[in-house]
């Protein structure tokens, strides 16, 4: 057994003490000013970082650190409130290790979120955008080194975010009057926010909105056979858009201004799950 091997064993045993047999059908992925979402889950198990072997404590505001299975339209969800990021120091292993943690307790889906800059000059803060594709320009990759048991040494992007799964989330916000885009996410690596010329290239590369997480998740969900969907909260214009400095504040005030379209689109999402 790899190291990385038996950093996913040993994390998911601990994990796994604390369930009481109940098993995950999904990971979901709350990020900045996102974490309240796991409240509304019923008969929940919380679980701090800190009392999970392999899991760094939490260093950015609106990143709570706590796990917690529930009950969320009739299936077993384990919610992440905060994500670890790699411009806190993580090498993409880390990074991807909830996910990996989560395929070994059995969850067949990740459902991954995102507060993103919006490149579309079009978007509004508050948008919600499906994301229904992804440049990685991070540099970095979560399957490098070694394949590890039940992982693909080349796994198939070509449908990373699965269009099952955004038919869903199309007709759920739909039938609950929700707006909903789409667009493509581009991940970088942080921690600076983007310059205005960096904004332009991103424009011309294809991207829709910028972040600084969520696509060393989806690779490793794919590479473990998950199916994946990726919603991005818009929080604010990117640079060169926006007449205004761009700030963390903005973004967490804009979360919490979605919170409830924001959750009764996962709520519905989640409902529907195969």
Same mark, same amino acid.
């Given at each position: ?5 038996? &950093?996913? @064993? ?12 109940? +098993?995950?059908? %999904? $990971? ?11 409240? &509304? ?25 706590? #796990?917690? $299975?529930? =009950?969320?339209?009739? !299936?077993?969800?384990? @919610?992440?409130?905060? =994500? *670890? ?6 090498? @993409?292993?880390?990074? %991807? #290790? ?17 507060? @993103?800059?919006?490149? &579309? =000059? ?31 040494? *080349? ?10 799964? !955004?038919?869903?989330? !199309? ?8 707006? $909903? ?42 590479? &473990?056979?998950? +199916?994946? #969907? ?6 604010? #214009? ?23 379209? *924001?959750? !009764?689109?996962?709520?519905?999402? $989640?409902?529907?799950?195969?």
């Amino acid at each position: 057994m790899t190291d990385e091997s038996a &950093r996913i @064993a040993t994390a998911a045993d601990a994990i796994r003490s604390r369930l009481e047999g109940r +098993r995950p059908a %999904a $990971l979901l992925v709350l990020g900045s000013g996102l974490g309240g979402f796991a409240d &509304r889950l019923e008969q929940p198990v919380r679980i701090p970082w800190a009392e999970i072997p392999g899991f760094p404590p939490p260093t950015v505001p609106g990143h709570d650190g706590v #796990l917690v $299975l529930g =009950r969320v339209g009739g !299936r077993e969800v384990l @919610a992440q409130a905060g =994500r *670890f990021h790699m411009y806190e120091g993580h090498p @993409a292993q880390v990074v %991807a #290790l909830p996910v990996r943690v989560a395929a070994a307790l059995g969850a067949g889906t990740l459902l991954v979120t995102n507060a @993103a800059g919006g490149v &579309r =000059r079009t978007f509004a803060p508050g948008a919600l955008m499906l994301i229904a594709d992804h440049l990685n320009l991070t540099g970095r990759n979560p399957l490098i080194g070694l394949v590890l048991p039940g992982e693909e040494r *080349f796994p198939d992007m070509s449908a990373a975010y699965d269009p099952g799964l !955004r038919a869903v989330a !199309r007709a759920v916000a739909r039938a609950h009057g929700i707006a $909903l885009e789409e667009g493509v996410y581009e991940g970088l690596l942080g921690p600076t926010y983007e310059t205005p010329a960096e904004v332009r290239m991103l424009e011309r590369l294809g991207a829709d909105a910028v972040g600084m997480s969520t696509v060393m998740e989806v690779i490793a969900a794919r590479a &473990r056979g998950l +199916r994946c #969907l990726g919603i991005s909260t818009i929080t604010n #214009l990117a640079a060169g858009i926006s007449a205004s400095p761009l700030s963390h504040a903005e973004v967490m005030e804009t979360a919490a201004r979605v919170r409830d379209d *924001f959750g !009764r689109l996962l709520e519905g999402i $989640l409902a529907r799950l195969d």
